[in-house]
């Protein structure tokens, strides 16, 4: 399984900031996607993330709010811009599938508070 | 379209209680499903999996089976600790990794 770091793990941020997330991959991984955990609620998928072609958003997220960066097989960055505080949310990378499994992994998440 | 359903938390047990906690899914197709768990202050950990039909995860003493005849994917584990408190979310893939709204286990001691 693919090993996943966060930075920052969490942040207090004021309104009307940007916040950009980081996330590391221990190998190369095709596919990388970027998820919110709004409070006390399930995983809504933001985008997905395939380098060398620009990220695919899911319905009602934009790419002027939470635009993505994947500049090699190992990296991606999550940006949030603009932000108030119903952006509140853990936000979460994951990876996968593979050729070879089905299976998405997480990294540990970024706790993001907005004042 | 592809859903996951699970019973609603929280769900409170005493040390060395059964647990189970529902999950049944609507997809088209022969999706892999899965456990996933959130203990807390941490991100999502896979608890198990399934890919296919009568298949059955097990991890950490919790076993869930493939029931393609009632589409459900129960989690369960015969004797639960403190330490399994957590957030258990159900998922399928499909295409894309759909979630249940998960459920919240306490378990005291």
């Known amino acids: 399984s693919a090993v996943i770091s966060q930075k920052p793990s969490r942040d207090i941020c004021q309104r009307g900031t940007s916040l950009t997330i980081q996330c590391q991959v221990d190998s190369q991984v095709t596919m990388m996607f970027w998820y919110r955990q709004q409070p006390g609620q399930s995983l809504t998928l933001i985008a997905t993330a395939n380098q060398g072609s620009e990220a695919t958003y899911e319905s009602g997220f934009v790419i002027d709010k939470f635009p993505i960066s994947r500049p090699n097989l190992t990296f991606s960055t999550l940006t949030v811009s603009n932000m108030s505080p119903e952006d509140s949310s853990i936000y979460l990378c994951?990876?996968?599938?593979?050729?070879?499994?089905?299976?998405?992994?997480f990294g540990p998440g970024t706790r993001l508070t907005v004042l | 379209g592809n859903s996951v359903t699970q019973m609603e938390g929280p769900v409170t047990l005493s040390e060395e209680a059964f647990l189970t906690i529902n999950c049944t899914y609507t997809a088209t197709g022969y999706p892999s499903l899965f456990w996933y768990v959130q203990y807390p202050g941490e991100g999502l950990q896979l608890l198990l999996k399934a890919t296919k039909a009568d298949d059955k995860g097990s991890n950490k003493g919790f076993e869930a089976t493939y029931r393609k005849e009632t589409t459900s994917f129960h989690l369960e584990k015969g004797s639960v600790q403190v330490s399994d408190s957590a957030v258990y979310f159900c998922?399928?893939?499909?295409?894309?990794?759909?979630f249940g709204q998960g459920t919240e286990l306490s378990v005291k001691p």
């Open positions: 994951s990876v996968g599938p593979g050729t070879d499994t089905d299976t998405q992994y």
């Open positions: 998922a399928l893939q499909g295409g894309k990794l759909i």
